[in-house]
């Protein structure tokens, strides 16, 4: 049983308030492809997907006086994972999400992208931060079009219950077969 679930992060006035700038589309995708992903290579499902729906909640607004986005300049000064990593860890804490998990997936979001570091993280990531790189790049568009995808509230809810419901019957598979090796 986990403490805190997909969509209670969603409606979380902060998650609303964030993922707003970064594309609901894109999360929600996002966390999609990273259970896929995550499932595919023994990964934890839970972890994978809450980093995922929220890797990019640290996106600061990126347009300049004339309401555009100068994409190139936003990507050289960009350090939305740093600030992604610390807003999660604080949602999930608030939420009731067990400390090791928040911990987990807070770390994921800080070291999905090394686009802010000055040296690349090929080779040095652990899978569940692997994961959230692939399932990030698999919905990613030039020019971050991603950004800009709609969905409607209503339907990033169905769709995160959805998933919700396939991580907990992954879970309930995992304690009972640990059972029998206990
Ligand atoms: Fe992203």
């Given at each position: ?27 929600v995708t996002a966390a999609q492809y990273a259970f896929e992903i995550a499932v595919d290579k023994g990964v934890h499902v ?137």
């Amino acid at each position: 049983m986990r403490n805190v679930n997909l969509v209670d992060i969603f409606k979380h006035h902060i998650t609303r308030k964030y993922l707003r700038r970064s594309g609901v589309h894109h999360a929600v995708t996002a966390a999609q492809y990273a259970f896929e992903i995550a499932v595919d290579k023994g990964v934890h499902v839970d972890h994978a997907a809450k980093a995922a729906l929220l890797h990019d909640i640290g996106h600061y607004e990126w347009y300049n006086n004339e309401g555009e986005w100068d994409y190139d300049e936003y990507r050289q000064n960009d350090i939305h994972a740093i600030k992604g990593a610390e807003r999660a860890h604080k949602l999930l804490i608030r939420l009731g999400e067990d400390r090791v998990a928040a911990k987990e997936i807070s770390v994921a979001i800080l070291l999905h992208t090394d686009s802010y570091l000055p040296f690349s993280l090929e080779g040095m990531q652990t899978p569940l931060q692997e994961v959230i790189t692939q399932a990030d790049n698999k919905d990613e568009q030039p020019k971050g079009l991603h950004h800009y995808k709609q969905m409607e509230v209503s339907a990033a809810i169905q769709e995160l219950h959805k998933l919700d419901q396939q991580i907990d019957a992954i879970l309930a598979k995992e304690t009972v077969s640990n059972k029998f090796i206990g």
